[in-house]
């Protein structure tokens, strides 16, 4: 019987312990479509994170192919913003909506603004996730070419995030230096869209990097890359991020209080 006792001590124990370690850590809540689930980006936020003393919980609400608008629109999307106490609520577009004009003024700008609301009643900070653009472009919106998209893409996410003061997290533009330095690597899967593990591996330490404002390089949490290209995707994020924190809004750079 004594020992029966022990065991369920020690039970309770781990399960009180368990919810200390969720409440120490930094709450997050990733709302988006495939870009934000894709090879599980809120479980190698998570691996960085813990890698590096910086412990997060990451939380996805992301159906495929969705708009900002469908989630704006969505009861348990809002329902989940406003309903747990999150430290950061990031926002993702789908991919071609940012590089579309009507759309964004029309869709985009509207339904961020929506969230953003919900998010300020949860008392959270809003991340925008700015994302990159098709290794084709898109002539249906315009653009001929990647470089095109991109341009597009940025600019879009830049002035929502000025409107918002929300926090820049620009996997675009750090997505953009590996192609210039390291075209070998394999970012897009073959659909041009979305990203192979590399890719979303560089998006989660782009999102290190600007939810906590430390470098990623050297951690030992690779998400399954070899060491080299996970040094690379560490240092290209860690510059694009910290080399101009003022731009990305980031919680401790001059002029944001």
Not at 47 to 67: C, I, Q, S
Not at 105 to 115: E, K, T, V, W
Not at 213 to 229: A, F, I, Q, R, V
């Amino acid at each position: 019987m004594k020992g029966a006792f022990v065991f369920l001590g020690t039970i309770a124990a781990v399960v009180v312990g368990f919810a200390i370690y969720q409440q120490q850590a930094t709450q997050v809540l990733l709302v988006g479509n495939s870009y934000s689930y894709e090879n599980d980006l809120g479980g190698m936020i998570q691996g960085l994170g813990d890698a590096g003393g910086n412990r997060v919980r990451v939380t996805t609400r992301a159906v495929g192919g969705w708009w900002m608008s469908d989630h704006a629109a969505s009861a348990d999307t809002v329902d989940v913003i406003e309903s747990k106490e999150w430290d950061y609520v990031i926002l993702q577009e789908q991919s071609i909506v940012p590089a579309s004009e009507p759309e964004r003024i029309n869709s985009m700008n509207p339904s961020m603004r929506a969230l953003n609301r919900s998010i300020q009643k949860s008392g959270a900070s809003a991340v925008v996730y700015l994302t990159w653009g098709r290794a084709g472009g898109f002539s249906e919106v315009g653009h001929a070419n990647y470089s095109s998209m991109q341009d597009a893409v940025t600019t879009a996410y830049e002035k929502i995030a000025d409107e918002l003061v929300a926090v820049v997290a620009p996997v675009g533009v750090a997505w953009r230096q590996v192609l210039i330095e390291h075209p070998g690597l394999t970012l897009y899967q073959s659909d041009g869209s979305h990203p192979t593990r590399s890719g979303t591996y560089l998006a989660a330490c782009v999102f290190y990097a600007a939810l906590f404002g430390e470098s990623p390089e050297g951690l030992e949490y690779t998400g399954g890359l070899g060491p080299g290209e996970a040094a690379i995707m560490q240092r290209i994020a860690a510059e694009t991020v910290l080399g101009d924190p003022a731009r990305w809004h980031l919680p401790d750079s001059a002029g944001d209080g």
